[in-house]
């Protein structure tokens, strides 16, 4: 039996990449599955009709089976005008659909279906804010184009169950149900019935509030949800199920909340997959601390099982193929990253992938152990490298390809890595889940977009991100540092060296730990490396053996060398006057027969340069009277040579 999934991701280069389930957690299967076009390009509609009304709800009533994509029925569209006379309503349904009528109410309507919208005379102008209702009955068979088919039917070869599922994201919830594919209008509602034969059951969105004999040995499962809902949320998945429920405890919560799980009904499924979905509780009950009480607590989570070679996040209940722990983690993750608060456009996809994906570090961190959520970022940063000029933010022109949007390594892992890296920079996991939640909070319901989450950021930390997201968000590739170290006694001084992995971004800054290793032990710097040539000098009383950069891997970078210069001290120290030291207002350098233009520098222990002078002149005082008492480094430099002395101020 199958116990784990290997996706196949096919990365920009066209080379293909395979990866064990534990090395590529987190990419839930929005990949390029056999039959997936890899340049398939869903051109954004424009459409300016389709702007003329708010979506309020959508009533799917549909029959379907498990062995075919042929769907007939009706959706009712609820809506409200947003303009001062709408004559007409524009919807989007593939016409590879038949529309068989359209009403409002138990009038009808006249309407023509090309080019996948159909354009309804609604026989009166309906004018703003009124509130009306579309009808639309249609029939046929829904086109299989690979794993974005907006409906799939299919065989699980190691179970040997035929399922019909739904998959709508990005672009084809159009394909099974007719619809507005905008993210932003969200509906306030969704009702979904689904009529099969009696030997299946349906799942679907929201709380299944009854199942319904209807004749011809078929039942009825009725669906719903009072949830906004975003349009390819929305979901039914059709086969021979068992329902499997379990609940969870949230702390906080004086109720426990439902997973209701449609899985296949075959006892030895249940037996080999239980531990798994009983898992789901605790993951419930975790991220219900760590982000906010589970968005759709008042109705539920659960899964349909599908042989879809990954999982879709469909709120309140997810498509899977499997049970893997990073999956579960990552789909769940997507509740409230995702469903709950959703991405304003497809080019912030980041806010639904980069949070799911770094939902999985977390589910590792927290019930698993540091070790394997380390190895999970390890993986991601490798991915990630494997682009160097890739951004996370789509640029516009890129926002309809469908393998840009579900890039591997820039939405996923580099989206949870940079995640990661402001869980550093802020460097207070309080403040850091206090942002989570506030933008859980603010945004309930909604969408949002990078700079949405950027300005929480900066309002719970009081901090400026601007720097951060443009290089890490908006700009491209990553930093390679270059290390040149060395040792005067107490004295390290390390010269830190960033360039870059892509043009388009030609510097970044970033705070940055080193590890001094000794005999015995060991000691992390931290520091702000704001320069792209920075020297940090530190006072470590121990007899250094290496140094290490970034040694718990909370940045993406590339260390590209790292070097100890074991006479750093390249001027003779007896040519060298610096006095006095300790020192209360003035400091004095000399240095005796040696002519030449000379940087003389005094920094603080952090590497800041705090007075600067460049002469020829062989004698020169500083002036710290300003200075508080405490450790400094004199810098000298020369041609090539450099020199630095510890200094303490009064």
């Known amino acids: 039996m199958k116990k784990s999934v290997l996706f196949i991701f096919l990365l920009l280069s066209n080379i293909l990449l395979i990866a064990q389930e534990y090395d590529i957690a987190g990419f839930e299967g929005k990949c390029l599955r056999a039959g997936f076009p890899h340049s398939k390009i869903y051109p954004a509609v424009t459409i300016d009709a389709l702007q003329d009304y708010d979506v ?74 009124e509130f009306f209702r579309v009808k639309i009955f249609y029939h046929g068979t829904v086109p299989e184009e690979g794993f974005f088919s907006g409906m799939t039917s299919d065989i699980d070869n190691d179970w040997g169950n035929s399922v019909t599922w739904t998959l709508s994201e990005p672009f084809n919830a159009k394909d099974w149900f007719p619809c507005k594919q905008d993210l932003q209008d969200k509906a306030d509602s969704v009702m979904i019935d689904i009529t099969v034969p009696d030997s299946l059951m349906a799942g679907s969105n929201g709380r299944l509030i009854n199942t319904v004999p209807v004749e011809g040995g078929k039942t009825r499962y009725e669906w719903r949800s009072y949830y906004p809902t975003d349009y ?106 995702g469903d709950n608060v959703t991405c304003a456009t497809w080019q912030d996809i980041w806010i639904n992938e980069g949070f799911a994906s770094y939902t999985e570090y977390l589910a590792y961190q927290n019930l698993r152990s540091q070790t394997y959520a380390g190895d999970w970022m390890d993986n991601s940063h490798n991915w990630a490298m494997g682009l160097p000029d890739g951004s996370v933010y789509i640029p516009f022109d890129e926002a309809s390809d469908v393998s840009r949007i579900f890039s591997y390594a820039l939405s996923y892992k580099k989206g949870a890595a940079i995640i990661h890296m402001i869980r ?38 009081g901090r400026d991100f601007s720097w951060f997201f443009d290089q890490w968000y908006y700009g491209s590739g990553f930093p390679r540092f270059g290390i040149e170290w060395s040792r005067d006694g107490d004295t390290v001084s390390i010269r830190s060296t960033i360039t870059t992995s892509s043009n388009n971004t030609p510097s970044f800054k970033t705070s940055v730990e080193f590890r001094l290793n000794y005999q015995g032990g060991d000691t992390t710097i931290r520091v ?72 003389i520098s005094l920094l603080d222990i952090s590497g800041k340069e705090l007075i600067k002078i460049v002469s020829e002149h062989n004698e020169f005082t500083l002036d710290g009277s300003h200075l508080p008492a405490g450790l400094y480094f004199l810098r000298i430099r020369k041609d090539d040579k450099s020199y630095v002395k510890k200094i303490v101020k009064f």
């Not at 590879?96 to 279906?113: A, K, N, R």
């Not at 599908?306 to 769940?332: C, K, R, W």
């Not at 490396?529 to 909370?554: G, H, K, R």
Request: one cysteine or more; hydrophobic letters at 40%.
């Open 56 to 129: 309020k709800y959508y009533h799917l009533d549909l029959e379907a089976d498990n062995t075919s994509t042929f769907i007939k029925g009706s959706t009712e569209i609820g809506a409200v005008s947003n303009v001062a006379s709408l004559g007409s309503f524009v919807v989007e349904l593939i016409t590879d659909l038949t529309v068989d009528s359209v009403l409002t109410g138990s009038t009808s309507l006249s309407f023509i279906h090309s080019n996948d919208l159909i354009t309804v005379n609604m026989g009166y102008p309906v004018p703003a804010g």
């Open 232 to 337: 390819y949320l929305i979901s039914m998945t059709v086969a021979d199920y068992q329902d499997y429920s379990i609940y969870a405890h949230p702390a906080g919560l004086d109720d426990s909340i439902l997973i209701q799980n449609f899985i296949y009904d075959n006892t030895a499924y249940l037996e080999q997959n239980r531990e798994l979905i009983d898992e789901t509780a605790t993951l419930i009950e975790l991220f219900s601390d760590l982000y906010s009480l589970y968005p759709f607590a008042n109705e539920k989570y659960g899964h349909c099982v599908a042989p879809m070679g990954g999982a879709m996040e469909h709120q309140t209940m997810t498509t899977i193929d499997n049970f893997s722990f990073y999956l579960v983690a990552h789909e769940l993750g997507h509740q409230w990253f």
């Open 424 to 461: 550093f920079e802020l460097d207070n996991d309080s403040l850091f889940f206090t942002t989570l939640r506030e933008f859980q909070q603010e945004f309930a319901d909604s969408v949002a977009t990078g700079d949405d989450f950027r300005g929480v950021l900066e309002d719970i930390s």
């Open 528 to 599: 702000f490396q704001e320069q792209s040539i920075q020297t940090f000098n530190m006072y470590v009383p121990y007899d250094i053996t290496s140094l290490e950069v970034d040694p718990a891997n909370w940045i993406l970078n590339h260390v590209s060398s790292i070097s100890y210069i074991p006479e750093y001290k390249e001027f003779e120290e007896r040519n060298i006057r610096v006095f006095p030291n300790p020192f209360s207002t003035s400091l004095n350098v000399i240095f005796p027969g040696q002519p030449g233009l000379k940087e």
